[in-house]
């Protein structure tokens, strides 16, 4: 404790001291990281990079494209850490990758691309196992009118779900985690976005204090909080949570977290309501407007069930 308290006094201290050197890479977490503020601002570097390219950062990239589902498992442990090649498989991951976020299909890093990959995003993979697609996966139907539908939402492999005895799910705050906001706060927040579900499903859910019973844990840790999916500082990944029937979201404890409505830190409501998305058994949507999409920036707020994550939730239980 004592040494954690000195290295913070350190760090700040050191920060004050070196910031005017270090202009372009101002951060106490620089200091005592060793690394950049925004776990994903190496990508900037990358901009314009292509197939056949060997740039340093790009093995990098490769730990991203697999963090989030679109380099197998295997991938980097297989190729060396100084692997900083542009390979095939990279090139196609990265073509997945826009084709699951509407973006132009180049299989190059062009401007668009980094700058979606660089927003702050939910740690839940976008294709899970090798076993789920986006983008690829259009579901076509027809709607109550007649009308050709087209649907983005996605779920986890095997559609993993509650079972028709537990509509009722309770939710608890993990006693240990890191208190970021307070209590009342993060009650009051849970409330409002469990109930956007429980309005367009058979779900309710209820707030209990006997935590060791609870269907939902909820809890805020920094860095590895032993469930083998470390946070990696302000910025990056924001949250995850599990498939059903696990019932636990984390959320990162050293990203910014807003209440208040017009804050420019995370908005806590918007990430509650997508992680309990998954919690129900949602993946995530290449529909730039539902709740179940990835990406989330400072101060943006989305907190109302678009067309797609609805249709998606009656499409997992049926209704
Ligand atoms: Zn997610
Ligand atoms: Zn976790």
């Given at each position: 404790m004592v040494s954690l308290q000195f290295s913070l006094v350190m760090s700040v201290f050191l920060f004050f001291?070196?910031?005017?050197?270090?202009?372009?890479?101002?951060?106490?977490?620089?200091?005592?990281?060793?690394?950049?503020?925004?776990?994903?601002?190496?990508?900037?570097e990358l901009e314009g990079c292509h197939k056949g390219d060997s740039v340093k950062g790009l093995n990098q990239l490769k730990k991203y494209l697999q963090k989030f589902g679109y380099l197998p498992e295997y991938y980097t442990n297989t190729n060396s850490a100084e692997d900083e090649s542009f390979d095939?498989?990279?090139?196609?991951?990265?073509?997945?990758?826009?084709?699951?976020?509407?973006?132009?299909?180049?299989?190059?890093l062009d401007s668009k691309t980094v700058q979606h990959?660089?927003?702050?995003?939910?740690?839940?993979?976008?294709?899970?196992?090798?076993?789920?697609?986006?983008?690829?996966?259009?579901?076509?139907?027809?709607?109550?009118?007649?009308?050709?539908?087209?649907?983005?939402?996605?779920?986890?492999?095997?559609?993993?779900?509650?079972?028709?005895?537990?509509?009722?799910l309770t939710y608890g705050f993990i006693p240990d985690s890191i208190q970021v906001i307070d209590i009342q706060s993060l009650s009051s927040v849970c409330s409002s976005a469990f109930s956007k579900w429980s309005s367009v499903s058979q779900f309710t859910f209820?707030?209990?204090?006997?935590?060791?019973?609870?269907?939902?844990?909820?809890?805020?840790?920094?860095?590895?909080h032993g469930d083998g999916v470390p946070f990696d500082g302000p910025g990056g990944i924001l949250a995850h949570s599990f498939a059903p029937t696990r019932g636990v979201s984390h959320f990162d404890a050293d990203d910014s977290w807003g209440v208040d409505k017009s804050s420019d830190?995370?908005?806590?409501?918007?990430?509650?309501?997508?992680?309990?998305?998954?919690?129900?058994?949602?993946?995530?949507?290449?529909?730039?407007n539902a709740v179940m999409q990835s990406g989330i920036g400072p101060g943006e707020r989305r907190v109302d069930l678009d067309e797609d994550d609805i249709q998606g939730i009656h499409a997992l239980y049926n209704n």
């Open positions: 001291f070196f910031s005017p050197l270090m202009i372009e890479s101002r951060s106490s977490h620089f200091v005592t990281k060793g690394k950049h503020q925004h776990p994903f601002q190496f990508l900037k095939d498989l990279t090139e196609n991951a990265i073509r997945t990758y826009q084709l699951n976020y509407n973006l132009n299909i180049t299989g190059a990959m660089m927003k702050p995003r939910c740690g839940v993979p976008d294709i899970v196992d090798g076993r789920t697609s986006m983008n690829s996966g259009k579901k076509h139907h027809h709607n109550s009118t007649g009308l050709y539908t087209v649907s983005d939402y996605t779920f986890f492999p095997n559609n993993p779900r509650w079972p028709s005895d537990k509509y009722h209820e707030e209990t204090q006997d935590y060791s019973s609870a269907d939902i844990k909820i809890g805020f840790f920094s860095g590895d830190k995370f908005d806590l409501e918007s990430v509650a309501v997508h992680e309990f998305g998954h919690l129900l058994g949602l993946g995530h949507s290449s529909d730039p």
